[in-house]
T-cell receptor
Framework: DQQVKQNSPSLSVQEGRISILNCDYT??????FLWYKKYPAEGPTFLIS?????DKNEDGRFTVFLNKSAKHLSLHIVPSQPGDSAVYFC????????????FGKGMKLTVNP | KAGVTQTPRYLIKTRGQQVTLSCSPI?????VSWYQQTPGQGLQFLFE???????NKGNFPGRFSGRQFSNSRSEMNVSTLELGDSALYLC????????????FGPGTRLTVT
């Protein structure tokens, strides 16, 4: 049973436009959410995170929104740049219970010049 | 500060063989987690070691095992390899296991023929 779901496998946007990456989760015990970016032949790189006590966290061009009632989070990238082209993973953890991360299957973002 | 290193980067093995992968965490980090990445399942948590003790374990068969040494370096072993074990194996280190501070290595690509 997939506890963290990224239902769209890919997204293509034009440079300068907004990229919106979505993630849904089923486990109500998750209280910390993270986004990772992964380039080919490299390990995932931490991008941004959000605690369940917040509904928004912003870091430069990246903003993560959390809707706990809908068990949904999204990553907004504005403006999108060609260098943002990568696979993005949504991950969640239940910090009260364990330190393991539960990942979604990832979504490939392509930003076209 | 050097990042997380994993050796070897690529490995080809035959069904039934066993394999040992190595991970050297960032200096000072005491927690090492292992993940398996496959196209169909995304990243899945294998286990986490902290101060030479396994603290958490994912839902993988007993053929997958690991250990951590006193210098925090970690190894994972897969015995009786199956075709389905072909994957990218990633390790991540953190100071104390807090998931939002995990840093990933580039991974070891294992191919089982």
């Amino acid at each position: 049973d997939q506890q963290v779901k990224q239902n769209s496998p890919s997204l293509s946007v034009q440079e300068g436009r907004i990229s919106i990456l979505n993630c849904d989760y089923t486990n109500s015990m998750f209280d910390y959410f993270l986004w990772y970016k992964k380039y080919p032949a490299e390990g995932p790189t931490f991008l941004i995170s959000i605690s369940s006590i917040k509904d928004k966290n912003e870091d430069g061009r990246f903003t993560v929104f959390l809707n706990k009632s809908a068990k949904h989070l999204s990553l907004h990238i504005v403006p999108s740049q060609p260098g943002d082209s990568a696979v993005y993973f949504c991950a969640a953890s239940d910090q009260g219970g364990s330190e393991k991360l539960v990942f979604g299957k990832g979504m490939k973002l392509t930003v076209n010049p | 500060k050097a990042g997380v290193t994993q050796t070897p980067r690529y490995l080809i093995k035959t069904r039934g063989q066993q394999v040992t992968l190595s991970c050297s965490p960032i200096s000072g980090h005491r927690s090492v987690s292992w993940y398996q990445q496959t196209p169909g399942q995304g990243l899945q948590f294998l286990f986490e070691y902290f101060s030479e003790t396994q603290r958490n374990k994912g839902n993988f068969p007993g053929r997958f095992s690991g250990r951590q040494f006193s210098n925090s370096r970690s190894e994972m072993n897969v015995s009786t390899l199956e075709l389905g074990d072909s994957a990218l194996y990633l390790c991540a280190s953190s100071l104390d296991g807090k998931t939002y501070e995990q840093y990933f290595g580039p991974g070891t690509r294992l191919t089982v023929t």
